[in-house]
C-alpha cells in the first residue's frame, strides 16, 4: 500500500537549520510530487512547499523561499526538507503528503506522511 | 492571515446539512480547482474532496463540494456524530510566482 514514512522528533536551536526525511513506498516514487506543510500547535496548516521527484524542479511557498531546501534521493525513494535559520514560530509538526501526478502542485494529497515534530527551543 | 477565508466554527445536530464556506478571490477560486481536508486532533488530514466536486472512493456520499465565483462550499448531509472534525480549503493562488494556500479551518461541531 501506499505508504510515507517521516524521520522522527526534533528539537534545534534558533539560528540552526533541521532536515527532515519523508521515505516513500509501495508506488512509483519518481511519477508522484511530494509536498510538505506544517501546522502549528493549535494552528492550521500550511504550505511549505512542493519537489517532483522525477524532475527534481520545486516550488516554495513565499514564506519560505530562500530558507527551505527540498531533495529527493531516487535511490531509496526518500524526500527530504530542509529549513534553515530557524524561528521560535517555526515549532510546528512538518507533514509531507502526495501530490498528483503532474509537473506542478496541485494540492491533492492522497497520502500523508506520520508528522515530525520540530521544536524550536533554546 | 491566510487569503481564504474560512469561518472558525459551524456546527448541527444530527442528521442535519452543513455547509462551510471558502471565500478568496480571481486570483485563487476565482480560477483553480478547491480541495477540501478532514483532519482529527493529533492525525494526519484526509483529503475528503478533489478538483472542486470529487469525491476519492472511500469518502461516502454525504460529503460534496461546489464553487460560485470566487467562493467554494463544503457540504455535509445527514450529519452524523463522528463528521465532528477540522475542515481546511486549498487551492493554487496565481499571484506572485503561484503557491498553494489553505484556508484558515473550520472546526464543526455537531450538537
Known amino acids: 500500500q501506499v505508504q510515507l514514512v517521516q524521520s522522527g522528533v526534533e528539537v534545534k536551536k534558533p539560528g540552526a537549520s533541521v532536515k527532515v526525511s519523508c521515505k516513500a513506498s509501495?508506488?512509483?516514487?519518481?511519477?508522484?510530487?511530494i509536498d510538505w506543510v506544517r501546522q502549528a500547535p493549535g494552528q492550521g496548516l500550511e504550505w511549505v512547499g512542493w519537489?517532483?521527484?522525477?524532475?527534481?524542479?520545486?516550488r516554495q511557498a513565499p514564506n519560505f523561499q530562500g530558507r527551505v531546501t527540498m531533495t529527493t534521493d531516487t535511490v531509496t525513494n526518500t524526500v527530504y526538507m530542509e529549513l534553515g535559520n530557524l524561528r521560535y514560530d517555526d515549532t510546528a509538526v512538518y507533514y509531507c503528503?502526495?501530490?498528483?501526478?503532474?509537473?506542478?502542485?496541485?494540492?491533492?494529497?492522497?497520502?500523508w506522511g506520520q508528522g515530525t515534530l520540530v521544536t524550536v527551543a533554546s | 492571515q491566510s487569503v481564504l477565508t474560512q469561518p472558525p466554527s459551524a456546527s448541527g445536530t444530527p442528521g442535519q446539512r452543513v455547509t462551510i464556506s471558502c471565500s478568496g478571490s480571481?486570483?485563487?477560486?476565482?480560477?483553480?480547482?478547491v480541495n477540501w481536508y478532514q483532519q482529527f486532533p493529533g492525525t494526519a488530514p484526509k483529503l475528503l474532496i478533489y478538483?472542486?466536486?470529487q469525491r476519492p472512493s472511500g469518502v461516502p456520499g454525504r460529503f460534496s463540494g461546489s464553487k460560485s465565483g470566487t467562493s467554494a462550499s463544503l457540504a455535509i448531509s445527514g450529519l452524523q456524530s463522528e463528521d465532528e472534525a477540522d475542515y481546511y480549503c486549498?487551492?493554487?493562488?496565481?499571484?506572485?510566482?503561484?503557491?498553494?494556500?489553505f484556508g484558515a479551518g473550520t472546526k464543526l461541531t455537531v450538537l
Open positions: 503528503a502526495r501530490d498528483g501526478v503532474g509537473q506542478w502542485p496541485t494540492g491533492k494529497f492522497d497520502c
Open positions: 509501495g508506488y512509483t516514487f519518481s511519477s508522484y510530487g
Open positions: 519537489i517532483s521527484p522525477n524532475s527534481g524542479n520545486t
Open positions: 480571481s486570483s485563487n477560486i476565482g480560477s483553480n480547482i
Open positions: 478538483s472542486t466536486n
Open positions: 486549498v487551492t493554487w493562488d496565481n499571484s506572485l510566482n503561484g503557491f498553494l494556500v
